[in-house]
């Protein structure tokens, strides 16, 4: 996220994180462990921003100085062909962080980040982190914690992809939005389909006809409006045994 002024990108005044946004701080492997002290020494240096749809936080082989967290909104982890194209990665929730490991590999970002959303990014810059290190070495684990996770992620992400028929990617990735609990829920995609498609490895063509089967399981989407019908039976779906 460069310095130079950027009407996407807009500094909030310090202090400007809520109760809510050190309670969504804590939800995350890297700071769940640490003390009030060291968490206080991370957002102390740290700085947040207030991003539009649409608003590059970083592009691909830059250097990667910072890394980042997500309060709110959506950030969309692509990497650019030599054609040109878009492969999208990851896409970023709120209460997530991301590019900690681009800060410490090679130093540059091997991906590019972009807003799908409007939202507020909290960004920790190298320099800043390594003085809270030195301040309190819990934090390291915190972080060793955090990759860990994003390795177990990735490593589920691959068997997805490479076991997994569309209808149960899909109805996996659905699930990721449906509140908490059992029976029937509601609920609004963050983003167009054609970006859920491309997050998922398959062509919108696919990811149409997989929806069409969802129907057996219960689930109806009307644009981006889903309606699940069991919440229990969708996950059962999504661990069915594929013979």
């Known amino acids: 996220m460069s310095e130079t002024p950027n009407p996407s990108i807009r500094p909030l005044p310090p202090h400007s994180l809520s109760a809510q946004d050190v309670a969504t701080l804590r939800a995350i492997p890297l700071f769940a462990k640490l003390s009030d002290r060291a968490l206080a020494l991370l957002v102390g240096v740290a700085q947040v921003r207030a991003v539009t749809r649409g608003a590059t936080l970083f592009v691909q082989d830059e250097p990667a100085d910072r890394f980042f967290v997500l309060l709110d909104g959506w950030v969309k982890l692509f990497r650019l062909t030599r054609e040109g194209a878009e492969a999208v990665v990851h896409v970023i929730g709120p209460a997530e962080s991301f590019a900690e490991a ?73 699930l990721r939005f449906c509140p908490a609990g059992e029976g029937a829920a509601s609920f ?38 889903v309606t699940v019908a069991d919440r229990g039976a969708l996950r059962r779906f999504v661990e069915a045994t594929v013979d």
């Open 188 to 225: 609004a995609l963050p983003f167009d389909k054609a970006l859920v498609a491309r997050r998922l490895g398959m062509q919108p063509e696919t990811f149409s006809r997989a929806l069409a089967k969802l129907r057996a399981a219960g689930v109806d989407t009307q644009g981006g409006a």
């Open 102 to 174: 681009a800060m410490f590999a090679d130093g540059k970002f091997p991906v590019c980040a972009e807003a799908v959303t409007d939202g507020r990014v909290m960004t920790l810059t190298a320099d800043g982190f390594a003085r809270c290190l030195r301040e309190d070495e819990r934090i390291a684990f915190g972080m060793l914690g955090s990759l860990s996770l994003r390795l177990r992620d990735l490593v589920t992400q691959i068997e997805q992809l490479q076991v997994q028929p569309a209808p149960q990617r899909v109805a996996a990735f659905l």
